[in-house]
């Protein structure tokens, strides 16, 4: 099967109602659990790529771009905004869009590129990443990536199962962190912490404050002056959970080599699809059959040509008269 390689400068537009965010409209400090947001960006070419693409700067083709590899991740930076009009653009944006992530998940395993299998669009001319999402609902694959251009790659069946898994678990382990950390303990914990950072003076006031510094400390901002400070408010107050959250590591977005779950753990996983693509492909293709034989079984050959009935052997003679012979008589009997 021949499915279109994913070249750099493709783009990935989100689908709106499939890319749910949770959300903070200033002034109201209060959460929306999901708000549809819009987001775009192109798989690998300036800030995006930068930390988390697996771009082969030596393998272009005829349709031009350099082909990218299997994991291969938009990462941090990808633009976002809410689709709620008229509500004010969401404060967590300054959260949301340095800790993003939009990977490709599919990698034709027979064909490995310095960076790893080549990513291939697993709708022939669509694929379809696993994006972003916050605690209120799981990461789904909303990034559409039009992948036209000349250039096709051989897929397996067991590339296509191993992709389609590797997608389910980054988006469950991707999932169980989201809400591991929007639990209201852990969450307290982290806002008791950045209380305490601030100063005496903000954590007297808790949330608000840095809102209100801000849009009353600098003259002539007005609503503006509301929103910069309302999202400097949530950056600060979510900065000690979003470096925790960094160094645990993440299967989407940027993580450190060294982090558990963005480094070790996320190899394992790798290696892991790697080993089930294998899999897959012995099965339907076991190197123990003959998948195209020369000829077929004794069984099923075709009838050869049709063969001509015996002649008798010439007679001896006096066995059988010739005709006219006087010894012969009328019944048949030979007479001596």
């Known amino acids: 099967m021949q499915f279109n390689v994913l070249k750099h400068y493709h783009p990935m537009i989100a689908i709106p109602w499939f890319e749910m965010h949770q959300a903070v409209f200033p002034p109201v400090m209060a959460p929306v659990p999901k708000v549809p947001h819009v987001a775009a960006a192109v798989l690998c070419w300036g800030p995006w790529g930068a930390l988390t693409g697996k771009r082969n700067d030596n393998e272009v083709s005829a349709s031009g771009g350099m082909m990218m590899s299997q994991g291969t991740d938009i990462g941090p930076l990808i633009p976002h905004y809410n689709l709620t009009p008229p ?4 404060s967590l ?7 993003s992530g939009s990977k490709s998940h599919f990698g034709a395993h027979g064909h490995v590129a310095p960076e790893g299998p080549v990513a291939f669009a697993c ?3 669509l694929n379809f990443n696993l994006n972003c999402a916050g605690p209120a609902s799981p990461p789904l694959p909303s990034g559409v990536v039009p992948a036209f251009n000349t250039h096709t790659v051989g897929v397996t069946v067991g590339d296509l199962v191993a992709g389609a898994l590797h997608m389910f678990v980054d988006a469950a382990i991707q999932f169980g962190l989201n809400r591991l950390f929007s639990w209201s303990r852990i969450s307290n914990l982290f806002e008791h912490v950045a209380q305490r950072a601030l100063g005496p003076g903000l954590r007297a006031l808790g949330y608000g404050s840095v809102q209100a510094l801000i849009q009353y400390g600098i003259p002539g901002l007005g609503r503006l002056g509301r929103y910069v400070g309302s999202a400097a408010e949530e950056f600060l107050f979510n900065l000690p959970g979003s470096l925790v959250a960094v160094g645990i590591g993440s299967p989407l977005g940027y993580s450190p080599g060294w982090s558990p779950v963005g480094g070790w753990f996320g190899g394992k996983v790798d290696a892991g699809h790697s080993a089930v693509q294998q899999a897959v492909d012995n099965y339907f293709n076991s190197p123990a059959v003959e998948q195209h034989p020369s000829q077929g079984p004794a069984s099923a ?34 007479t001596a």
Do not use: C, F, W
Request: avoid cysteine; aromatic fraction near 2%.
């Open 301 to 334: 050959q075709p009838p050869g040509p049709a063969q001509a009935p015996l002649k008798p052997s010439p007679s001896e003679p006096g066995d059988y008269p010739t005709p006219g012979d006087p010894t012969m008589p009328d019944d048949g009997t030979r």
């Open 123 to 125: 709708a022939k001319v």
């Open 93 to 99: 944006l300054v959260v949301i869009i340095p800790t």
């Open 87 to 90: 509500a004010p653009p969401n």
